[in-house]
């Protein structure tokens, strides 16, 4: 249940009265009324009897399990760059991991002109096995940070664990967690400490309802603005990386009205069938796309196989490919 209190209500002594009633209180951070999400954690406690509390103005029941989300606005202002399904689409790309101080700035040299406003590219990589390529770390953040602020860019890069959030936040525009991540409630509750917007990758095996709640989660601990990333989730068939759910961007972006863009690489796994999901993407009403590109894909440290040549981006872009 929602509860909103009157305007001239102690929200303190509110909070105790409900307390003593048997319910879990949570206050809504950054709601417009002073609210309360309640939980009846030990017995049973209807509507009335919370309208009898005289601090109580109003009790929505049913109510949705992610309030904040539900506000959050249509279009979100990531530094300079609006995203949302109101605006032209915004444009991620950059290499799987930033490889060297050399690689980035030269990408981001090509990129800008094609029309990127952020250059993505992780220093904490999350890979399958410890003996592959980790990431540069610090190094990466400082190489990425200057790349990208030498073009007049913006930086998208992941935060793998609560002890580096700091860190990442003091170089990152928009801090990506990456899908193993979506479900790690205590590193979305630290990033929002950094006050930073955050681009949440959907889990790959997570439902929508799922992904839902990880967006409150970061929300609700301070993070300022939420972009949604679909990356592809889990399916029998190995024939692609991951199974692009289109179902889903048209579901968030149609029927949510929530900013949503595609990573048709991580999807894919594979370079050749990268334009069509791209464009399908579009079509099916995302806000945007992240796309893994790299000088000389054939000699990337990690992701090589799914990562397009400046040539095949552009041509992603001018529908050529
Ligand atoms: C990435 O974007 O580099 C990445 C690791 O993606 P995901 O978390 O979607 O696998
Ligand atoms: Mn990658």
Redesign the pocket.
Known sequence: MILTLKQNADPEEAKRELTRLGLWVTELQGAPAPQFVVHPHSRLVEKDDLLKIPAVASVAVNASKHPLLDNQPRTLKIGPTAIGAAVSPVLIAGP?SVESSEQIHSLAELLKPLGVTFLRG?AFK?RTSPYDFQGYREKALRWIRSAASAHGMGVVT?VLGAPEVELVAEFADLI?I???NMHNFALLQHVGKAGKPVLL?RGMAATVEEWFGAAEHCLANGVPAVVFCE?GIRSFDPATRNVLDLGAVALLAHVHKLPVIV?PS?AAGRRDIIPALARGSLAAGAAGLMVEVHEDPGTALSDGPQALSIAEFRSVLTGQA
């Open positions: 799987c992780g999350p992941e990506q990456g899908s193993r990758k990356r990573d991580h």
